[in-house]
């Protein structure tokens, strides 16, 4: 998802400057980016995303047999994938 | 889990190497679950195996399980979030089973991502951040919000535009945009359970060049939250708002837009919060460095 979010911030960052925008409304967008940056999970807190998850039970199933591979199922509240859990 | 075993090089390793990974949430997958009626039965029916061969079962629990379905083992909560008993547990089953390594069946991918939108339509992703160490500070908290053809009329002059301009978003649309606006908490469940007191979004236009105007926005966020839900203990949560909305009038387009808490608190934790629209036309694909593969180099301001 970084590499979805980055272009944004940059393109926001190209365009405030394209327009010629007054330093207070580029310190403005620098520091809402800035906090935007700090509130984002880093690489490091994705490790979720390093493990190759089967997006459902069926699917791990399926695969299970095709591949002869146990299953590794996780049950949990709330959404692990989000951090709401 | 998140943040103990599943960060583990060594599990990560053996899960990708020897198992088919899953999980499933209960709000989903349970039996009063949202999800579809196959996905609850084919839960139901791993919970009654492992019932029958007297293995254990349980709400929030590691299942392993043969590739013909036979369960193998499960292992609570407890012993789960312990690196080296859930390792052992792995390896055991996986000598058991004789199963040979491998590269991962399902290569790994974002597990968090941007839902579907529409042309019209502007997908605003959310993140908020506990300022403190210890639990529920490990990672920040993300949630995805779609912004349809009504909400961003509502968040846009109705009239002549000039600078100076300044106008306030109207509540329900911006209800939408700070309700997610709190740090990590334990959500059992994606009830709402934010006692909202009060909440506003000041948009004022500083500056129009090319058809395009760039609009400061400013806003408060006031509300109650319990830590757990279906518990009492309601802590207040304030915040202040900032942000920015570069947008064509013209044409009724929100070309880019984000808001942060400038200073936020939930009950005597600092914490921040923003969103920021993904908006893919047009976009210039370049990445600048990351320089928090570890992490932990990010330090926000509190």
């Known amino acids: 998802m970084r590499s979805i979010l980055i272009p944004f911030l940059v393109t926001s960052a190209a365009f ?6 007054s330093p207070v409304e580029s310190k403005l967008v620098a520091h809402v980016l800035q906090r935007v940056h700090e509130s984002e999970p880093s690489r490091g807190e994705r490790s979720l995303d390093a493990i ?10 399926m695969l299970a047999r095709q591949n002869d591979r146990p299953i590794f199922l996780f049950t949990h509240d709330g959404n692990i994938a989000t951090g709401r859990c | 889990m ?25 709000e989903v997958s349970g039996p009063n679950g949202s999800g579809p009626a196959e996905e609850r039965a084919a839960r139901t029916a791993i919970t009654a195996a492992f019932e029958k061969s007297h293995l254990g079962t349980g709400d929030v629990r590691v299942y392993l399980i043969a590739p013909d379905g036979r369960p193998v083992a499960s292992v609570d909560i407890g012993r789960a979030m312990d690196t080296p008993q859930l390792v052992a547990a792995l390896k055991k089953a996986v000598q058991e089973l004789g199963t040979p390594g491998g590269p991962p069946v399902v290569p790994p991918k974002p597990q968090s991502s941007a839902p579907g939108a529409g042309p019209a339509e502007v997908v605003l992703h ?18 995805w919000i779609l912004l349809n053809q009504h909400d961003i009329a ?21 209800r939408k945009l700070l309700t997610d606006f709190y740090p990590p908490t334990e959500d059992t469940t994606s009830a709402d359970r934010n006692r909202i007191e009060q909440q506003s979004l000041q948009v004022t236009v ?34 202040t708002i900032i942000g920015f909305m570069d947008f064509d009038p013209t044409h009724r387009r929100i070309e880019s837009f984000a808001l942060a808490t400038e200073k936020a608190t939930y009950g005597s934790d600092g914490f921040v919060a923003a969103l920021h629209a993904l908006t893919g036309a047009g976009m210039t694909e370049k990445k600048p460095k990351d320089n928090d593969s570890e992490g932990h180099s990010k330090k926000p301001s509190k």
């Open chain 1, 52 to 61: 190759g998850w089967a997006p459902n039970i069926r699917e791990a199933q």
């Open chain 2, 2 to 26: 998140r943040a103990g075993p599943l960060s583990k090089i060594e599990v990560i390793s053996i899960l990708n190497r020897y198992f088919v990974p899953v999980f499933a949430s209960n």
């Open chain 1, 16 to 21: 405030a400057a394209g327009n010629n925008e």
């Open chain 2, 206 to 239: 500083v500056s129009m060049s090319g058809g395009m105007a760039f609009a400061r926005l400013s806003g408060k966020l006031r509300m109650e939250r319990s830590f757990y839900p279906g518990r009492t203990d309601y802590k207040p949560l304030e915040a």
């Open chain 2, 154 to 174: 509502a968040m846009l002059p109705p009239g002549e535009l000039a600078v100076g301009t300044s106008w306030t978003v109207d509540a329900a649309t911006s």
């Open chain 2, 126 to 143: 959310v993140a908020a951040r506990r300022l403190a160490s210890g639990s529920w500070s490990e990672f920040p908290a993300e949630n």
